[in-house]
């Protein structure tokens, strides 16, 4: 019963925006994506342009063995491309109410072309004792960027 709630939740929080009448408020278990932007920390420390987004993973209820797979991918005219390879961050166990945000994936630019983003996620958990998905998500708006990878 816990695994369909914590599913409907997920779910409830995939709706579109755009078919809301008001906000609809956060599942208490979700991932989130952020939008795909250039990183001011790299380019201040490194003096390089890179695209960078942010994962993060929020839940009211003490999770197991959680597995979080994510990555920065692109538009192109034949379809979407991987920026980079996909991830993986394993925690045995996060207690309830904790945040796990991930902000260290990104990709140098190349050149200045502009390039459309977004970073998508998807997780797994056990959560008392039963296993549960956390469906794909990405970032709510593909952004172009003066980046080409």
């Known amino acids: 019963m816990k695994f369909l709630l914590i599913i409907a939740l997920l779910l ?20 989130e994506v952020d939008n795909a932007h250039l990183s001011s920390n790299i380019s201040k420390k490194e003096g390089r342009l890179a695209v960078k987004v942010v994962f993060w993973s929020v839940c009211n209820l ?27 961050k394993e925690y045995s166990f996060v207690a309830a109410n904790s945040e796990i945000v991930i902000q260290d994936i990104f990709a140098y630019c190349k050149n200045t072309l502009r390039t459309n983003f977004y ?12 296993k549960v998905l956390a469906p794909e998500v990405r970032s709510k708006i593909t952004v172009p960027l003066n980046c080409g990878t």
Not at 15 to 30: F, L, N
Not at 119 to 130: I, L
């Open 12 to 31: 409830i929080a995939q709706i579109s925006p755009a078919y809301a009448k008001s906000p609809a408020p956060k599942a208490p278990c979700r991932l």
């Open 62 to 88: 003490a999770q197991e063995n959680v597995r979080i797979k994510y990555q920065i991918m692109k538009t192109g005219l034949d379809g979407d491309h991987q920026v980079t390879p996909i991830s993986y």
């Open 119 to 130: 970073g998508k996620a998807s997780a797994t958990a056990t959560v008392h004792g039963e």
